[in-house]
C-alpha cells in the first residue's frame, strides 16, 4: 500500500501500535544427552524464561507417564529444573516437559520434547502372548538382550530403535497398537532388522495379519 501511495504522490500517516505488557511464560529449552547406555544416569535440564518473576509449575514425562510436578522459581527472566534419572530398557524414550502458569499469554509455548537412546548390544523385542516365555531364555543363552514384552498393547515404536529383530510368539494384530504395526515395515524394509513371527491360533491370518501392514 505504501508504495502505490507514493506511486501517485498521496501523503501518507502511520503511527505504530505497541502490544500491551501482557506476562508470558515458556518452556525456552529442554536439554539433555540423546544417547546413553542402559542404567547410565544423565542431567535433565530444563530452562523456563518469562517476562515477569513468579512461580510456575512444572510437570515432566517419560514415555508417556508422569514423573513429577514441581514449583519452579522464575527470576531475573528465567528459572531452571534439573534433576538426574536413568533407563534401563533399551530403545527411545520421550520427555515432555510442560507448564501450567495461573497466568500466561501464549499456551503454544508451554510445552517441550524431546528423545533420548539407550543403546546397548545386539537386542531382540519378543512380544509374547506366554507368561515366562521359554524362547526369552533360548535368545538369552545365544548372547542376545531380549525385552520381554506381555503387554503388547502398550508398546511404542520407540522401543524398535537399536534392536536388531522383533519376535511375534503367538500375539494377534489387535493386541498390538496401529502405530507401532506400521513401523515394523520401515524397520524391516529401510533399518534391515529381522522379524520372525511364530504359529498358532493367534497368529497369521487366524491372528488377523491378512491385508495389515505386516502382510
Do not use: C
Not at 536439554?31 to 515477569?52: C, K, L, M, Y
Not at 529444573?81 to 516437559?97: K, M, N, T, W
Not at 515404536?157 to 515394523?184: C, H, K, M, Q, W
Request: proline residues 6%; charged residues 25%; without cysteine.
Amino acid at each position: 500500500i505504501t508504495e502505490k501511495l507514493l506511486g501517485e504522490r498521496i501523503p501518507l500517516d502511520y503511527r505504530e501500535l505497541r502490544p500491551p505488557e501482557v506476562v508470558d511464560y515458556q518452556i525456552a529449552e529442554l536439554n539433555f544427552r540423546t544417547r546413553v547406555q542402559p542404567g547410565e544416569p544423565f542431567i535433565v535440564d530444563a530452562v523456563i524464561s518469562a517476562n515477569a518473576a513468579g512461580t510456575v509449575p512444572v510437570t515432566v514425562s517419560r514415555a508417556g507417564k508422569t514423573l513429577f510436578t514441581r514449583d519452579v522459581e522464575v527470576e531475573n527472566g528465567r528459572g531452571r529444573l534439573r534433576f538426574s534419572d536413568r533407563i534401563v530398557q533399551p530403545g527411545a524414550h520421550q520427555y515432555v516437559a510442560t507448564i501450567k502458569p495461573e497466568t500466561d499469554a501464549h499456551e503454544g509455548n508451554n510445552r517441550q520434547e524431546r528423545w533420548v537412546e539407550v543403546a546397548s548390544g545386539p537386542r531382540i523385542v519378543l512380544l509374547t502372548n506366554y507368561i515366562d516365555d521359554p524362547m526369552a531364555k533360548v535368545l538369552r543363552s545365544q548372547g542376545f538382550a531380549v525385552d520381554m514384552i506381555e503387554d503388547t498393547l502398550s508398546i511404542s515404536p520407540g522401543i524398535l530403535t537399536g534392536a536388531r529383530a522383533v519376535v511375534l510368539n503367538n500375539v494377534p494384530s489387535y493386541e498390538l497398537p496401529n502405530d507401532f504395526l506400521t513401523s515394523l515395515d520401515f524397520f524391516v524394509n529401510e533399518q534391515g532388522g529381522g522379524l520372525l513371527m511364530a504359529g498358532g491360533k493367534n497368529s497369521f491370518g487366524s491372528g488377523g495379519y491378512y491385508q495389515s501392514a505386516l502382510d
